[in-house]
């Protein structure tokens, strides 16, 4: 099956500074690519849609100054958390989707990101 | 998009059929059902999907209601390694857009 790489799997930081987590597709190309947060003991809450060459569109609720979304080709979109506080410590995990909307979307492993 | 209902909790023994049902009555006709499941501090795995028809592969099969309202998904001899959280998801084929519910955690006992 297809396959979604994240990297870092998982990143520690201090308050204040800013974190970028990368999501490829290994082995097709994405059209769209979506990013999900999830805290402990909770479901995985999706935070935007992400186009290649466009704007990401973002789900009500997530501030797109903070939460920095980039899909610059069709097989990487990296997340950047800007000025991270420890209540964007959380597991961020990336899904692809290859064609048509309704087609299966593969999930990345996540990232784990703790901020101090 | 459309809510769904699953019960919060199951179990099921090791060697038999699991069947975890799924409540989706306001779908809409551009809806399609997805499953996946999560192990724990994992990103979810795809299981099946369907919109209208019955569907199977080499994981599971997904019975779907003639009026769309509901859906069974079917493992069809659990093993350990099934133990996870199963989410039924009513995703519009409009915007590919996954809301996840709270999902049914699946406890394969021996």
């Known amino acids: 099956g297809a396959v979604v790489s994240q990297h870092p799997s998982w990143v520690i930081c201090k308050s204040g500074t800013s974190v970028k987590i990368e999501c490829r597709s290994l082995d097709f190309q994405a059209t769209t690519m979506f990013w999900y947060r999830q805290f402990p003991k909770q479901s995985l809450m999706l935070m935007a849609t992400?186009?290649?060459?466009?704007?990401?569109?973002?789900e009500q609720g997530v501030e797109k100054d903070k939460f920095l979304i980039n899909h610059a080709s069709l097989t990487l979109s990296t997340l950047t958390v800007t000025s991270a506080h420890p209540e964007d410590s959380s597991f961020y995990i990336c899904?692809?989707?290859?064609?048509?909307?309704?087609?299966?979307?593969?999930f990345g492993p996540g990232t784990r990101l703790l901020v101090l | 998009d459309a809510k769904t209902t699953q019960p919060t909790s199951m179990d099921c023994a090791e060697g038999r059929a699991a069947n975890l049902p799924c409540n989706h009555s306001?779908?809409?006709?551009?809806?399609?059902v997805y499953w996946y499941r999560q192990i724990h501090s994992q990103g979810p795995q795809y299981i099946i999907h369907?919109?209208?028809n019955n569907e199977t592969n080499e994981m599971a099969s997904l019975i779907i209601t003639e009026d769309r309202k509901s859906s069974t998904l079917i493992l069809p001899h659990a093993t350990l390694r099934d133990t996870a959280v199963y989410y039924c998801?009513?995703?519009?084929?409009?915007?590919?857009?996954?809301?996840f519910g709270q999902g049914t955690t699946l406890q394969v006992k021996p």
């Open positions: 306001t779908i809409s006709g551009n809806e399609y």
């Open positions: 998801i009513a995703g519009s084929s409009n915007t590919g857009k996954l809301i």
């Open positions: 899904s692809a989707v290859e064609g048509a909307l309704e087609e299966t979307q593969y």
């Open positions: 992400s186009n290649e060459g466009s704007k990401a569109t973002y």
């Open positions: 369907g919109l209208k």
